[in-house]
């Protein structure tokens, strides 16, 4: 008759309401290659009411094999006291009878506070759509008057002397500070728990990426449907570039309706193979993107507009662009405008270049007549968007 | 010149103290226009009842009228400094559970903690104008240490319900304190007393 197994740990999760629970298989004493079975019962409550019961099948290798088992269970685990116990059969041709060990002794779950009081379990987070059970611990001889959920009271279920319980079907999304579970009790005293009810991200709509300056890139993208999570609980996203290997947490507010993150330029890298992970505590999922960032220009507002004489005819003007544009041409577009004629816009290329300023020559102009300028900016190879308009600066172009 | 100065203290202590009325009244207008908002906003029943809060000092005292004017300023400025960690802790707490999903009531708690340090700051003015020492933040944040941390959501928010009642209590106390100052000690002719304010 096999040695009765040894408990090594139990160990719970409140927040999953899991018990884990490691023994040793004992496996020295044996020959190799056997087969064993564990028969292991979850009790609960001072009556040793059993809850579960399950075998698990394993084989000896001739060495003390550590083996473990998840069990979640359909209580939060603070409302009421919860124990394990576990024997084995041993399945060996030529020893005798072949008969189960005693089983062990029973282990009680840790950290449970006998004595504590509360509603369970406590400040969680669930999909809409889920059935949860809380459950209001109290003293002895305390009175529940009633429990709610919100502002709606549901009818209790005693669990214990010391425990009574709600069940909470299909909770829906709940406000943005959660959902009361308010246990009332006779002397006007209250317990209490939030809930709090959302979705698992959305897959990341419209993933796009650009670079303002060869310095950043940003993505943007659209959340899709609001999580219903917000604050330490809201959905938080990150950007991995695969070829780098850089990882970047993304700082956003969980309002917008346009998300956004900024990527550093690699020196010599192009082409970027971007994974957008999202996560909340309901789920996860990501969005992917491959860009080359010399296609993806899309040029700061040019600044400091400024406009010189020539002659009568024609002007300079100079402008500024906060990027480096060293690897590109860029292709520029000025408005020119003034009271009598039509709208012209007057297309330049140039070289890109480093923080700096750029020219550009306008000829064919009337003399002695009031314009009104102004200048955007893209990659003139592989157009992508127009920079903003600058600002519009006046001129009055000198007599003939 | 004792007679000068003892006039223009006492001149400077009336306005101080009618100061301190108006900033009283405002705050206590609007703590209870921040109670009804927190206690909607948490989904809480705005009567519920609330433990009495750890670190709050109560506003109710017995043998109110037997309090001279320092005991008075020392016990308003002990609650003000302790309602200045509570609220500064609640403001925390409201950025960590909600982020911007509700910047509404987070600029309104920012706006009542402003008022708070505004009138802890006011009644040191009155304590160094009585020329009695200024007790020491430090003195009173190791007594008391920082408020202890809630162990669940629903205890946090209903401790946030709890301050800001004491603080709504406080305020009305502080007003008649205050009032209580600028009236001549026994003795020394009587001083037209201020309007009423909360």
Redesign the interface.
Known sequence: IPVTPRILSLTPDFSTSTLNLKWSDNGSVFPYGLDAFWQIWVLRKETMEKVTEVTYHSKLTHEDIILSWNWTSDLPLECMSHYVKIRCYINVTHFGLKDWSDWSPAEVIPDMDPSGS??FP??TVVAVGSDVTFCCVHEEGQNITNMTY??KPYPMIQLSSRSNAIRVLNASAS????????CRFNN???????LFVGYAPDIPQNLSCETPNFQIIKCTWKPGRPSGL???R?TKYSLFERTCGKNVSCEV???NKELACGFPVIPDQKIYDFILGVSNPIGQTESSVVVDITQRVHPKTPEKLTVSGINSTSVHLHWFINGSFAEIRLLCQIEISSGHSEQKLHNISMPGGKLSSYIGQLNELHPYTKYRFRVRCSAADHFWRWSDWSRVEEYTTSEA | MAGADGASTALQRRDLCARGIRLAGKMRSDVVNLLEAYAE????DAS????AVEGVPPAAVERWDEQTSTQRLLENLAAYRAFRALLAQMLEQH????????AALGRALAAVLLQVSAFAYHLEELLRLESRGVPGEEEEEEEDGLPPQPH????Q??RGLGVLRELAQWAVRSARDLRQLTKPSPGTGSAPSLPESP
Do not use: P
Not at chain 1, 175 to 182: A, K, L, Y
Not at chain 2, 152 to 155: A, G, K, N, R
């Open positions: 509360g509603v406590l400040d919100g502002s406000d943005t500070s959660g959902t009361n579970v308010v006007e005293m209250l317990e209490g728990t939030v917000y604050g330490k809201r507010n969980e309002m | 906003r948490q989904g809480l519920a009842s609330v433990a950025r960590e559970q909600l982020g911007e999903a509700d669940s959501l629903f205890e928010k209903l």
